[in-house]
């Protein structure tokens, strides 16, 4: 049973556009909501969280909507650029077991110029 | 720079050998954990260590096992390589309330 479900599997944006990748998750025991972004040949690398207390999280071009009811959250990326192409992965953990994170099946993203 | 090393970078293995993958982390990164990523999907949770126990498995059989060390160093150890066990293997460990991955390992079983 995948515990975190993600969507779309690819996505191609014009640079300047929003890309926009979907999370859901099952459990609701999970209070902790990461997401990263993987280049090829690289470790994931954090690029924003958040946690249920609040609905929205912004750092710079990023921003994280988060839907405790139903239990959705997303990645919403402002201004893309080329270089913003890679795999993104959303996550879930529970804060007491906080290194067991479930992972989505990844967004490849490609940023047109 | 995440502070989480891994070697080595590339492994080739033949099928039925053991394998050792090593991880390093900073001081007072005092719970690592592995992760296995095949190709095109997300990293799956193999098992994590709190200061040299193992506290928490996913679903792996027992021919994968670990260490950890004082040094904030670890091991993941395979048993019986099989075909299917080509993948990315990714370390990583906590500080505060983020977790931080290396730049992985990435197995070749033939």
């Known amino acids: 049973q995948q515990q975190v479900k993600q969507s779309p599997q690819s996505l191609i944006v014009q640079k300047g556009g929003i890309s926009i990748i979907n999370c859901a998750y099952e459990?609701?025991?999970?209070?902790?909501f990461p997401w990263y972004q993987q280049f090829p040949g690289k470790g994931p690398a954090l690029l924003i969280a958040?946690?249920?207390?609040?609905s929205e999280k912004k750092e710079g071009r990023f921003t994280i909507s988060f839907n405790k009811s139903a239990k959705q959250f997303s990645l919403h990326i402002m201004d893309s650029q080329p270089g913003d192409s890679a795999t993104y992965f959303c996550a879930a953990s529970n804060w007491n077991n906080f290194n067991k994170f479930y992972f989505g099946s990844g967004t490849k993203l490609n940023v047109k110029p | 720079e995440t502070g989480v090393t891994q070697s080595p970078t590339h492994l080739i293995k033949t099928r039925g050998q053991q394998v050792t993958l090593r991880c390093s982390s900073q001081s007072g990164h005092n719970t690592v954990s592995w992760y296995q990523q095949a190709l095109g999907q997300g990293p799956q949770f193999i098992f994590q260590y709190y200061r040299e126990e193992e506290n928490g498995r996913g679903n792996f059989p027992p021919r994968f096992s670990g260490l950890q060390f004082p040094n904030y160093s670890s091991e993941l150890n395979v048993n019986a390589l099989e075909l299917d066990d080509s993948a990315l293997y990714l370390c990583a460990s906590r500080l505060g309330d983020t977790q931080y991955f290396g730049p992985g390992t990435r197995l070749t079983v033939l």
């Open positions: 958040i946690r249920p207390d609040v």
């Open positions: 459990n609701t025991a999970f209070d902790y």
